[in-house]
């Protein structure tokens, strides 16, 4: 059954790049926004690709990979209900820098960025917002990637790990025995180490009983303890 504009707005409003929109604004931008499906796996769009849609995530998850030439792939980043990926469509049409696929079943919103862009030209108020709201999401890009280049592979597993539990909290989880779909390569490549040196470093939150491992997932017991390991 299609959300209401009211339920579509309400999503909208949990998305940080619109944080600072006014509840008229967040129909407007529910009024052009078009529903979507991905099955587990599809690609939403490709590297290279034009950059005409941004998509905000109403249920299920994708992730962004990029490829070396040699086939590697590297996973920069995920996205779950609530989560916003390919903005910067809503203001240009550069090409994609990055591939986005559904890692399971996948519900999104796509928001033309053209539609978007005429919104911003008949309610300038909205640009300004707008752009108050990726300045700070860029600011704390910038950040994070400044602490990475201090921080030890252990430092950086824990963070990501924090970081998949905060986003399973906000879907539902519990504060204690949190279910994490995700591999051992699948944390490495977000934290930018190995995979051997990811597992070494899961075996000894494991042996502290901080998680528990499974096929394709893990269970965080003490989500508190994480914070230990980060620095």
Do not use: W
Request: charged share 25%; hydrophobic share 45%.
């Amino acid at each position: 059954m299609p959300a209401s504009a009211e339920e579509t707005a309400a999503l909208l409003a949990r998305v940080p790049v619109f944080d600072e929109l006014a509840d008229d604004d967040l129909r407007r931008v529910a009024d052009v926004s078009v529903p979507r499906r991905f099955a587990p796996g599809e690609v939403v769009f490709r590297e290279g690709d034009d950059s005409d849609t941004c998509y905000v995530v109403s249920a299920g998850h994708a992730r962004a990979i990029r490829e070396h030439p040699d086939g590697r792939q590297i996973t920069l980043a995920t996205f779950g209900p609530g989560d916003i990926f390919g903005e910067l469509a809503m203001f240009d049409d550069e090409r994609r820098s990055a591939t986005v696929e559904a890692t399971d079943e996948l519900e999104v919103l796509g928001i033309l960025g053209g539609d978007m862009r005429r919104l911003l030209r008949l309610h300038p108020d909205m640009a300004v917002k707008l752009v108050i709201s990726i300045s700070r999401r860029l600011r704390a890009a910038n950040e994070r990637l400044a602490r990475q280049s201090f921080q030890t592979v252990q430092s950086r597993v824990a963070a990501v790990l924090a970081q998949l539990v905060e986003q399973a909290q906000a879907e539902g989880a519990g504060e204690h025995d949190v279910p994490v779909v995700a591999t051992q390569a699948d944390l490495a490549k977000l934290a930018g180490s190995s995979r051997e040196s990811a597992s070494r470093f899961l075996a000894v939150l494991e042996r502290a009983g901080v998680i528990t491992q499974g096929r394709g997932r893990l269970t965080v017991h003490d989500p508190a303890a994480l914070g230990g390991y980060v620095y």
